[in-house]
Structure formats: structure tokens, C-alpha cells
């Protein structure tokens, strides 16, 4: 008997040690510390200025499980007290509290105009700054401008906080091999007017006003915004922008450094301008996070709206085309356009001290010519890329070409235009002429019969000429032109069956690519699109 007790009592200690060192490492049972706080859902976090909060990790605090205190018993046994063995227990585990996003007041707030103390203010056509506005804050970008342009141009400012911010955008965009253009930043009163005027002069009203702001109400005026773009995108502001993996980026992440994308897709009606992916406002991080979060813009988040709706945009042009002064003559001149200056009042001639104007394209007997919808067309100003227009020696305003029969007729196109022929431009911005002084229009394409070859609005196609590094034309060694062309029909050409070009599915033509070199300008026919050179071209 005292045997079988003594056997009983170490296998019962035995017992309750083993016991012990399960509990001890139990505590592997439990979630990780992560999981005990997270839903599998990150909570958005701007990475500008506020800080990510520290994970706590879960420690193990109890006391090593004391052994069972063996007793002695009056009958010599020992007998074996069992002591509980206390359950290890984890420390509390503090709830991760990400610091939160300052809140902002919920949509509809109170308009907020207040363009000189404070940068979350809205900017429109029915809300707009005063000519005179000039930010006392801007400060060129350092890194994001495009190499070839000069930092110290206005384009390439912006409000000291936006440009830091944008700078800190870039520099988080280039760790993920994202690398952005800055295009377009401060514009001011002035040089708007220069570009909506243009607008006009070259798009219709309702592509215009979609498009371009009217002065007062640009955001580039405010220092706040910026135009961006990318290499595969052209450096250039396209819808096609949207779709580049920088544009994606910036869809995604411009938020968390204090930028929306200010003109979303499908809220025309409400902003009053088209779809525009690569145009981003700074209005701070915690209103451009309930801005990105909510999916709505900045006119709705104040409860605003655009004032014109699209019959106005297609009928109006924004500004005023002509002072009270010209009223009078304006309206004796109802077939006529007045020029704009860059404040948009009539341009003076010095001469007559009359307003100069776009008078109609007319026909070989002096009739005004009127297109497929019964409206006048008016010639077209030559304009540089600044929308400065050329003057000639007497003063006036030089005017496009309009490409005429052998009658002296405009040549029209399936809508009853006329066709424009665009001027050459050298490098340097300075017209190419002729003998005689007359300005050289582009090269028309041609069958092999010598007739016009139409595209399928009925209009000549003007073939591009090549250019240089340095953007000068390039001539080949009989002094001649260098155009892009499209490839020949050789089974074709010349038998009158109107194939005499290579065409696409869609007919469209197949065009060669000419490369050389800056150094000597040697010039060799490349690889058509499809990446085949065509046999017997």
C-alpha cells in the first residue's frame, strides 16, 4: 500500500508540472496582435504630416507556475498538496488608434470665397477672383518642372504649401517608378484672357467654355492647381492620361498629399467642364480625403453649381467681345467678328481707331459663305502658341489661307467649310516664304492623277513636315521639304481605281516614320506602324 501511494504521488506531480508548461505556452493560441484591432480593412492614413500610430506587441507577464508543495502525513507518507496553478494571463492589448484625419465640415457646407486666408475656397464661373489677384506666396517648384523649361516661369509656380506638398507628391511617385510632369501651375487674369480669346478664335463656343475657363474664374489663378502629365501621355493634357499608370497613381494617391482631381468624369453639368484627369487642386489633406472618400467634387461639397447650361455654353461667349464704345459699329458690322485684345474688349486698329475684325470667308463673286448649318464662317487670325496675333506691314491682322479653286471659290468639305491651310513655322517661330514673300502653307496630298486626296470629311489631308531636335525643318539635299507620306499602292497606283495609297481598316493611311540624326541630318525611311516594312514601297 505505502508503494502504491508514493507511485500515486509522483505521477500526480508529474502531472501538474506538465500542466504547467501547457498553460505557459499557450499563449501562441491566441490572435496576433494585429488581428485583435484590425478588420482586414487599413484605415487611410496621409502620409504628408500626420503619424502612423505605433502596434503595440503583446507580452506575456505571468509568473513562472509554482511546483506542488509535497507535505508529510502522519503515516510517513508524503502527501502532496496541490497549490492552483494560477492561468497566465497577457497583458491588456492597447487598442491601435490611427491618429485620425481632421474632420471637415459635412456637405453642404458654407461657400467658402475666401481666397486670401485660406486655400479650401471654391473657384468658378459663379464664383470668381478679381482681375487683380496675384498670390503673395508663390514659389517655383524645384523638382517637378520639366527640364527644358525655366523654373522661375509663372506656369512653374505655385502657393509655397501646394508646392511643397506637389513636391512630396513627386518624390513618393518616383519610389514607385512613377515619374510626373508638372505642365501648367499659376496663370494669371491677364494671360487667361490671351488663352480663352484663342479659344475662341480657333474651337466653337461649347468646346471652349468646356474647356477653358473664363478669366477671373481659372484655379490656375489661385497658385493652387497644376496640370500634370507624362512621358506616355506626350507631356501633353489628354484624356488618355487617365488610363497611364501615372494617372492611375495620381488617382489614388493624390489625396494624401492635400490634391484632388478637380473635374471628375461624369460631373460635367455640376463643375461646368469636361472630364480632366490631369488637372489637380490643393485644398489640404483632411478636404481632399472627404472629397476622395464621399465621391464628390468641389461644388457639390459647398452645395453650388455651374450657372449655364449647355445651350448657353454653345450659344455665349463668357466675356465681353466688344466695349459699349463699339456697340454702334459692331452692330453695322452684323456679318463681322471683332479681334480680342488680351482684356477682351475690341483691338484698336492705330490707324482708324476702330475696332479690327474677322469679316466672313466669301465666295469668288463676294458673297458670304455659309456652312451645312446656315452659319457664317469667319477667316481665321494667325496666332502663335501664346495666342499673340501677326500683323502685317500695314497693321492689319494677318489671316489664314483659304484654299480656293481655279473660280476663286473656297473649297468645301461635306459640312460646306472651307479648308484652312495651315502656315509653315520655322524653329524660331518665324514664318517660311516664298520668292514673292508669301507665306508657305503645308504640302497637300495628292493621287497619282495630281486630284486632292480627301479624307473621309471631305477634306485635303495637310501632310506634316519633319522637324529637328531643335524643332527647325528638315530639307533633303535638293533643298526640298521633308514631309511624313503615306505608302504607295505599287499594285495599284495610277489605274484610277482610287487605291492609290495604302490604307488601314478604318482608311485611314499608312504613313512612314523618317528618322536621323541631329549631327548631319541623315534621313532614312523607318518601319511603318505595323512594324513591316511593305515590299515594293
Same mark, same amino acid.
Given at each position: ?62 509568473? &513562472? ?182 494617372? !492611375? ?93 488680351? &482684356? ?143 505608302? !504607295? ?49
Amino acid at each position: 500500500m505505502i508503494i502504491s501511494s508514493k507511485f500515486k504521488a509522483i505521477i500526480t506531480l508529474i502531472l501538474l508540472i506538465a500542466s504547467a508548461f501547457a498553460f505557459a505556452g499557450c499563449e501562441g493560441f491566441f490572435a496576433s496582435p494585429q488581428e485583435l484591432f484590425t478588420d482586414g480593412t487599413p484605415t487611410p492614413v496621409p502620409k504628408a504630416t500626420d503619424v502612423i500610430p505605433t502596434v503595440v506587441t503583446v507580452t506575456n507577464t505571468s509568473e &513562472a507556475t509554482p511546483t506542488a508543495e509535497v507535505k508529510p502525513t502522519e503515516g510517513g507518507v508524503p502527501s502532496v498538496t496541490d497549490t492552483p496553478t494560477p492561468v497566465p494571463t497577457d497583458t491588456p492589448v492597447p487598442t491601435a488608434t490611427p491618429t485620425p484625419i481632421p474632420t471637415v465640415e459635412a456637405h453642404p457646407a458654407e461657400v467658402n470665397t475666401d481666397y486670401q486666408n485660406s486655400y479650401t475656397f471654391i473657384v468658378d464661373r459663379a464664383y470668381p477672383l478679381p482681375s487683380t489677384y496675384e498670390p503673395d506666396d508663390l514659389v517655383p517648384l524645384s523638382e517637378c518642372a520639366l527640364d527644358y523649361d525655366s523654373l522661375t516661369d509663372p506656369k512653374h509656380k505655385m502657393r509655397k504649401v501646394a508646392a511643397e506638398a506637389l513636391t512630396e507628391m513627386f518624390n513618393a511617385a518616383k519610389e514607385e517608378d512613377i515619374h510626373l510632369v508638372a505642365v501648367s501651375g499659376y496663370r494669371s487674369f491677364e494671360r487667361q484672357y490671351t488663352i480663352y480669346g484663342h479659344c475662341l478664335m480657333v474651337y466653337s463656343l461649347k468646346h471652349t467654355n468646356r474647356y477653358s475657363a473664363v478669366p477671373g474664374s481659372s484655379e490656375h489663378q489661385t497658385g493652387l492647381a497644376m496640370d500634370l502629365s507624362c512621358e506616355s501621355a506626350h507631356n501633353d493634357l489628354i484624356d488618355e492620361f487617365a488610363d497611364t499608370p501615372e494617372g !492611375q497613381w495620381v488617382y489614388e494617391h493624390c489625396w494624401e498629399y492635400g490634391f484632388i482631381i478637380r473635374y471628375t468624369k461624369g460631373k460635367t453639368d455640376i463643375t461646368g467642364y469636361a472630364f480632366e484627369p490631369w488637372h489637380v487642386r490643393y485644398v489640404g489633406v483632411p478636404l481632399a480625403y472627404y472629397l476622395t472618400q464621399n465621391g464628390i467634387t468641389l461644388e457639390e461639397y459647398y452645395g453650388v453649381h455651374d450657372p449655364y447650361d449647355e445651350e448657353y455654353l454653345s450659344t455665349h461667349a463668357l466675356i465681353d467681345t466688344h466695349t459699349l464704345k463699339y456697340h454702334k459699329l459692331y452692330a453695322s458690322y452684323s456679318s463681322a467678328e471683332l479681334i480680342l485684345t488680351a &482684356a477682351g474688349n475690341g483691338w484698336e486698329d492705330p490707324k482708324t481707331g476702330y475696332p479690327r475684325l474677322v469679316l466672313p470667308v466669301k465666295d469668288a463673286k463676294g458673297k458670304n459663305i455659309k456652312n451645312a448649318k446656315g452659319k457664317l464662317v469667319y477667316d481665321v487670325p494667325l496666332t502663335n502658341i501664346f495666342g499673340e496675333y501677326y500683323l502685317n506691314a500695314d497693321g492689319s491682322v494677318m489671316m489664314k489661307e483659304v484654299l480656293r479653286d481655279a473660280a476663286g471659290n473656297p473649297v468645301l468639305d461635306n459640312d460646306k467649310n472651307p479648308i484652312f491651310l495651315e502656315p509653315l513655322v520655322e524653329g524660331d517661330g518665324s514664318f517660311v516664304r516664298d520668292a514673292s514673300g508669301k507665306i508657305v502653307t503645308r504640302k497637300l496630298l495628292t493621287d497619282s492623277a495630281g486630284n486632292l486626296w480627301l479624307d473621309e470629311n471631305g477634306r485635303p489631308i495637310q501632310l506634316v513636315p519633319l522637324r529637328d531636335d531643335n524643332t527647325y525643318l528638315v530639307y533633303n539635299e535638293s533643298g526640298e521639304l521633308i514631309y511624313f507620306t503615306p505608302f !504607295q499602292n505599287a499594285e495599284h497606283w495610277g489605274d484610277g481605281t482610287g487605291q492609290d495609297y495604302e490604307t488601314k481598316p478604318d482608311g485611314s493611311l499608312f504613313f512612314s516614320q523618317w528618322y536621323y540624326t541631329a549631327a548631319n541630318i541623315e534621313k532614312t525611311i523607318a518601319i511603318t506602324e505595323a512594324g513591316v516594312v511593305p515590299e515594293n514601297k
